[in-house]
């Protein structure tokens, strides 16, 4: 008997109007129709290919063979005999991590080393592996340096500045930086007078952006763009088992109150004398934690649910499941998985009403 299979590493997810199978080893995605996942998902059952032409007329038999064509055309698959067949097993799907948080967000207030200062004094960070570190307000050079001996001092393992433009950052000044601060994988650099991105390259240890776009607040955060759909294994696992923004985040927002994310208004204690171990093992602080795209309003329709990252911090507000959990698609994604189609969320009358009441109006008019 002859077989075709996908290779445990590409993962069909099917959608209202189309499926999506990803490589997560080479980190790429292809559409393909639904009634392409439906064969796939037959003949990855072990099911014999001369078999299944059995169930089909001529037309739908072609059909099938340029299926196969496809998916061996992009390597994503390849036909097995008998014997092979046996030794094909599946990928192991779930996630886990050592670590209780991965993820932290710091929000600089009004004192710009505060919030960061009295996180690195805690005494348990060997939880805490990448650190998002946010200044609304600009830095000196000395200031900047001041960071990063703070940052290198700790148990982080990466951070990724959001920083306010100032003078002295030149391209020269942001190789040297790079090369001399080893955590530091991203630079964000908001209020330019230009834009630009530099991508980790060569001499240039980390990726640098460059943007006109001016943030001093947190609603920036939560866009939802297919260019940030990138696949790996660890990511797509995440997401099918957990919530893909907020499992094992935790986040200081400006007044120093300890939340899920910035953008979400209970806070589990301050900084100022509430420890992050007391708020990790708070039931309630986890309680987004395996909320999944499998759960929440279109998203569980969509074929992008496991290679994008949700957001709780805004969402459309038309769904609460029974344990009270916001459930709504997220605001900030123009995606509609029921025509395949993506328009400009921020127009969409639908979401006026959230848009209303997440105060973003300011932030639209400057979008568009
Ligand atoms: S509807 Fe939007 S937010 Fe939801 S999974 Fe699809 S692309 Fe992501
Ligand atoms: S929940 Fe939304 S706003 Fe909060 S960190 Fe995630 S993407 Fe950003």
Known sequence: MKYFKTYENCIVTSGYKRSLISDLQFGYSEFIPNSMAEIIKRLNSNFPIDLLY????????????????????????????????????????????????SNIIIEAGIDPFLNLNRFVSQENLIFCKNLCLIFYENLTAEELYQVKKIIEASSLYSVEIIIKYNHFMNEEFIKMFGFEFSKLTKLYIHSAPFNKEIFWEGNNLIDTIFSKKKINNFKSCGSVKSLDFGVNIPKFTEALNYNSCLHKKIAIDKDGNICNCPAMNKSYGNIKDTTLDEVIFDVDFKKYWNLTKDYIEVCKDCEFRYICTDCRGYTERTHTNGNGLDISKPLKCGYNPYTGEWEDWSTNSLKEKAIKYYEMQDLIREIN
């Open 54 to 101: 059995e169930e089909f007329d001529n037309d739908d038999r072609e059909i099938i063979k340029e299926y196969i064509l496809f998916l061996e055309s992009k390597s994503l698959g390849q036909y097995y005999d008998d014997h092979d067949i046996l030794r094909f097993s599946e990928m192991e799907k779930s996630f886990s991590s050592p670590e209780d948080i």
